[in-house]
């Protein structure tokens, strides 16, 4: 299988309609949580620059003042 996820997948497996997966993915673009790639009429999501971020920000420990 190839790696991204398309929207049916998603849809499917959420149980949701596909604009209600293509409202929250736009949303998710916007903040570079999700980035999109368009293979002719398929489009692909990936993780964005900001999961990166995201996932770095999680993974550093805090600490007491």
Do not use: N
């Not at 002719?40 to 999680?58: D, F, H, N, S």
């Amino acid at each position: 299988p190839r790696p991204g996820l398309t929207r049916k997948p998603a849809r499917v497996a959420l149980g949701v309609s596909s604009s209600t997966i293509l409202w929250h993915v736009k949303r998710l673009e916007e903040v570079h949580l999700v980035t999109k790639v368009r293979e002719g009429k398929l489009v692909r999501y990936y993780p964005g620059e900001g999961m990166q971020v995201a996932t770095i920000i999680a993974a550093t420990p805090v600490t007491a003042a």
